[in-house]
């Protein structure tokens, strides 16, 4: 029983940081209807930015209770500087590079995202060199809970806190307030909504950093955990488009679902035929987009 716990826990921790990224990838696709291909670079930017923030606080400011970094409260208070900066990044990238491709075909878009993929990687590679970036101290600092006889980390119960909160805040922050109102009419006929006096540009900017922010907040918080390290922004996206693949691209519900299934399917490979765990989930995904095409939420 406690061994079964632990695989569910586990489990949702996989599915709450896939929910941050493959959220905000389905946000991004269901307001501009542009499939990013550097969301998950964008990932990885708020990982290396947290990672680096944190591990300088760590080693170089002696004010902590045992006198070698600054405390558990204050480091955690500037985790979620990585998402920050990959909003800031979205949205600056969203206005001077991706708009000129509105009207254009869907393979411009597609090879300028895939084009800033390859920038940020650069970036990252530039500004942090090809060496690991680590913020295990606010993970150490956690501690762990017993569960039965097992030692659980105390900070993966915050990654699915999180997880769970910012799925309550989308939902609440599309379908209960006046910006989601437009945001969802904007998405639906862009033409209409413009002719209402809603400033379409602003909406799109908005939406893309909101999306690159969830992002940003997923490599954020899962940087305590395992160090920032180069590819791991490739990783992230392609489990985040089987996410979307699964539940929908373009609904925030589908994201959700398919972050659930993807990650009890991963636990389960991880634990029990780890040899097929990827086989298994695109073999998962290519059986949705036969019986429904759309995926299990998504529109045709």
Same mark, same amino acid.
């Given at each position: 029983?406690?061994?079964? $716990?632990?695989?569910?826990?586990?489990?949702?921790?996989?599915?709450?940081?896939?929910?941050?990224?493959?959220?905000?990838?389905?946000?991004?696709?269901?307001?501009?209807?542009?499939?990013?291909?550097?969301?998950?670079?964008?990932?990885?930017?708020?990982?290396?930015?947290?990672?680096?923030?944190?591990?300088?606080?760590?080693?170089?400011?002696?004010?902590?209770?045992?006198?070698?970094?600054?405390?558990?409260?204050? %480091?955690?208070?500037?985790?979620?500087?990585?998402?920050?900066?990959?909003?800031?990044?979205?949205?600056?990238?969203?206005?001077?590079?991706?708009?000129?491709?509105?009207?254009?075909?869907?393979?411009?878009?597609? $090879?300028?995202?895939?084009?800033?993929?390859?920038?940020?990687?650069?970036?990252?590679?530039? %500004?942090?060199?090809?060496?690991?970036?680590?913020?295990?101290?606010?993970?150490?600092?956690?501690?762990?809970?017993?569960?039965?006889?097992?030692?659980?980390?105390?900070?993966?119960?915050?990654?699915?806190?999180?997880?769970?909160?910012?799925?309550?805040?989308?939902?609440?922050?599309?379908?209960?307030?006046?910006?989601?109102?437009?945001?969802?009419?904007?998405?639906?006929?862009?033409?209409?909504?413009?002719?209402?006096?809603?400033?379409?540009?602003?909406?799109?900017?908005?939406?893309?950093?909101?999306?690159?922010?969830?992002?940003?907040?997923?490599?954020?918080?899962?940087?305590?955990?395992?160090?920032?390290?180069?590819?791991?922004?490739?990783?992230?996206?392609?489990?985040?488009?089987?996410?979307?693949?699964?539940?929908?691209?373009?609904?925030?519900?589908?994201?959700?679902?398919?972050?659930?299934?993807?990650?009890?399917?991963?636990?389960?490979?991880?634990?029990?035929?780890?040899?097929?765990?990827?086989?298994? $989930?695109?073999?998962?995904?290519?059986?949705? %987009?036969?019986?429904?095409?759309?995926? %299990?939420?998504?529109?045709?």
């Amino acid at each position: 029983m406690d061994i079964a $716990l632990i695989h569910v826990f586990n489990a949702l921790l996989y599915a709450s940081v896939l929910f941050l990224i493959a959220g905000g990838l389905s946000l991004i696709y269901g307001v501009m209807r542009i499939v990013n291909l550097a969301h998950g670079n964008l990932y990885a930017f708020g990982a290396y930015v947290s990672a680096w923030i944190i591990g300088y606080l760590s080693t170089s400011v002696a004010v902590g209770e045992a006198g070698s970094g600054a405390p558990t409260w204050v %480091l955690l208070a500037l985790l979620p500087a990585g998402a920050l900066a990959a909003a800031a990044a979205g949205a600056l990238l969203e206005p001077t590079l991706l708009r000129p491709f509105y009207k254009r075909a869907e393979e411009y878009q597609l $090879l300028v995202t895939f084009g800033l993929l390859m920038i940020i990687d650069d970036v990252i590679r530039f %500004l942090w060199g090809p060496y690991p970036l680590s913020a295990s101290v606010v993970f150490e600092n956690f501690g762990s809970v017993t569960v039965g006889d097992t030692l659980y980390p105390t900070y993966n119960f915050l990654v699915i806190g999180v997880g769970a909160l910012a799925a309550v805040f989308l939902w609440a922050f599309i379908y209960r307030t006046r910006f989601g109102v437009v945001l969802r009419a904007t998405s639906q006929d862009m033409r209409m909504s413009a002719a209402l006096g809603v400033n379409v540009n602003r909406v799109y900017v908005q939406a893309f950093t909101l999306g690159c922010f969830m992002a940003g907040l997923g490599g954020a918080i899962i940087v305590p955990s395992q160090s920032a390290v180069l590819g791991m922004g490739v990783d992230a996206l392609i489990l985040s488009f089987i996410v979307v693949v699964i539940g929908g691209l373009g609904s925030l519900e589908g994201a959700l679902l398919g972050a659930l299934i993807v990650g009890v399917v991963r636990e389960a490979g991880i634990t029990w035929f780890p040899e097929v765990e990827l086989a298994v $989930l695109y073999l998962m995904a290519a059986a949705v %987009l036969l019986v429904r095409p759309a995926g %299990l939420f998504g529109r045709a």
